[in-house]
């Protein structure tokens, strides 16, 4: 399974922009990059996805490298509701989906 | 349209005892996923079924835990003989079986060991 890195946590106040990052620099030409959130004591969210173009959905802008070595994550304007765990995970389209989740950021927002 | 389902939300019961785990997939969705969420920790991966498929117990932590699936439908994680380090919350996902779509989560099941 490719792996992917993010900062353990990362801090925002209120009605900022959040650019949540995530290293994955093994992934191959069919995986694609997912991000869920965990709120606290409720399961995880799906956020949004791509493979090769940057993607915009009503929670949030996914950008993605060139190269697909990287991707960031976009929260146009922090709330105190995005305040959560983000996982950065990688679907490979041909393989085994396990689906596996790594240790995510936990970002905090204040007011 | 409903949403995954998972119950009971809690379960208490004594060490040595055994309990099952439900989850009600979203109609359609051929792949399940199990996970088990210790207190402040991450998504530990325990099994996946897909479609026909012989199911990936690769996350199963012990032969303690085991897992069902009838078709597409309804699964059943059951553990034997609990104990106290098998407290978490145990979460489950279905999804299309595409890496181009998203994957939703039940609410889980707290469970405590005492």
Not at chain 1, 44 to 73: F, Q, W
Not at chain 2, 72 to 91: C, F, H, K, N, P
Request: charged fraction near 20%; aromatic fraction near 8%.
């Amino acid at each position: 399974d490719a792996k992917t890195t993010q900062p353990n946590s990362m801090e925002s106040n209120e009605e900022e922009p959040v650019h949540l990052p995530c290293n994955h620099s093994t992934i191959s030409g069919t995986d694609y990059i997912h991000w869920y959130r965990q709120l606290p004591s409720q399961g995880p969210e799906y956020v949004i996805h791509g493979l090769t173009s940057n993607v915009n959905n009503r929670m949030a802008s996914l950008a993605i490298a060139e190269d697909r070595k990287s991707s960031t994550l976009i929260l146009h304007r922090a709330t105190l509701r995005d305040a959560a765990v983000y996982y950065c995970i990688l679907r490979d389209a041909y393989n085994t989906d396990k689906l596996i989740f790594g240790t995510g950021t936990r970002l905090q927002v204040f007011p | 349209g409903a949403g995954v389902s998972q119950s009971p939300s809690n379960k208490v019961t004594e060490k040595g005892k055994d309990v099952e785990l439900r989850c009600d997939p979203i109609s359609g969705h051929t792949a399940l996923y199990w996970y088990r969420q210790r207190l402040g920790q991450g998504l530990e991966f325990l099994i996946y079924f897909q479609g026909n498929s012989a199911p990936d117990k690769s996350g199963l932590p012990s032969d303690r835990f085991s897992a069902e699936r009838t078709g597409e439908s309804v699964s059943t994680l059951t553990i034997q003989r609990t104990q106290q380090e098998d407290s978490a919350v145990y979460l489950c996902a279905s999804s299309l079986h595409s890496a181009n779509t998203e994957a939703f989560f039940g609410q889980g099941t707290r469970l405590t060991v005492v």
